[in-house]
């Protein structure tokens, strides 16, 4: 599956930004949906995930209240709305694709596909 992020950019602190992928090739519901994000000198790392059906949800516990990972099966996409920003949230976001199992994992490994990134930056 190919896997196409946009919608990051500049944003102050306090601010919104939704980004959003686009994935073509396969089935889209076949996979579990991940947005991961690596800031500069860091590890990449999970920020929220999505099941199959979109009824099952995981998020990193810096961004729990603050962002909402969805998908839409019928236009192959997934999004992360992301609302009271920080600067600490400053990275690369990756969305991500994983056809393994059937419990959303958080784990970079366990995402075969990956998207080219798209760069959020939060000023203070």
């Known amino acids: 599956v190919q896997l196409q992020a946009f919608g990051g950019g500049l944003v102050q602190a306090g601010g919104s930004l939704r980004l959003s992928c686009a994935a073509s090739?396969?089935?889209?519901?076949?996979?579990?949906m991940g947005w991961f994000r690596q800031a500069p000198g860091k590890e990449r790392e999970i920020v929220a995930a999505v099941s199959r059906s979109g009824f099952m949800t995981r998020y990193t516990d810096s961004v729990k209240g603050r962002f909402t990972i969805s998908r839409d099966n019928a236009k192959n996409t997934v999004s992360l709305q992301m609302n009271s920003l920080k600067p600490e949230d400053t990275a690369v976001y990756y969305c991500?694709?994983?056809?393994?199992?059937?419990?959303?994992?958080?784990?970079?490994?366990?995402?075969?596909?990956w998207g080219q990134g798209t760069k959020v930056t939060v000023s203070s």
């Open positions: 090739g396969r089935t889209f519901s076949n996979f579990i």
């Open positions: 991500a694709a994983s056809g393994i199992g059937t419990v959303v994992p958080v784990t970079r490994s366990a995402y075969e596909y």
